[in-house]
């Protein structure tokens, strides 16, 4: 053990914590700003405020650090560790709560990058949103639990472009609880923890 700038003794695995999140900060901030392709590793280093080796150590290359500053930006506890009955609700609530005022502008400026840089959209798709579209796959259990999440997380993402990135009026003016009040109960039908049940929505969708 070591003793930290205030003189507290910090562990070896309490000092690569500290890192970690000092890295997070600092690559989350400047993708906000930079954009995936003019944010570097040196850069990243220099405002955290540590040596660049370190930021390859814990993370490799900027491609990984790019995945876990998305990960990080956007927590998505809520979402895979909610049952089948609040998986509509909590995919609703995860949209609203990642742009929260503490940090919309960073949120914004991922997706933003995504959108416009191939190697940024191919991370985010299958680092950050694949492995969390599985999770929910698995809460849904039925034999289309695939398509079943990925049409979820279409919509949310709609959502998301349509309220934040493009500020289509009545989506960017509405209460979040009229938001919830319209779009849950639609996508219960996705979930399959709706009122109406599953095959009876498709049966009457294909009539």
């Not at 979930?191 to 294909?206: C, H, K, L, M, W």
């Amino acid at each position: 053990m070591t003793a930290d700038a205030d003189g507290i003794v910090a562990t070896r695995t309490e000092r690569r914590r500290r890192s970690r999140a000092a890295i997070l900060d600092a690559a989350r901030a400047l993708f906000a700003r930079n954009g995936f392709e003019r944010t570097t590793i040196r850069a990243v280093a220099e405002q955290a405020g540590i040596d660049p080796a370190l930021v390859m150590q814990h993370f490799g290359s900027k491609a990984a650090l790019f995945a876990a500053a998305a990960r990080w930006t956007v927590p998505v506890d809520g979402l895979v560790q909610a049952d089948r009955s609040e998986l509509a609700r909590a995919a609703v609530q995860h949209v609203l709560d990642a742009f929260d005022d503490d940090h919309r502008d960073a949120v914004e400026a991922l997706l933003r990058s995504s959108l416009t840089h191939p190697a940024a959209a191919e991370l985010l798709r299958d680092q950050v949103i694949a492995p969390t579209q599985a999770r929910v796959a698995d809460t849904i259990g039925d034999p289309d639990a695939a398509l079943r999440s990925a049409l979820l997380n279409a919509c949310t993402l709609g959502l998301t472009i349509s309220r934040y990135l493009l500020a289509v009026p009545a989506l960017a003016e509405a209460d979040p609880s009229d938001i919830r009040r319209i779009l849950v109960p639609a996508l219960e039908s996705l979930t399959g923890s709706g009122r109406t049940d599953p095959a009876q929505a498709t049966e009457a969708a294909t009539a």
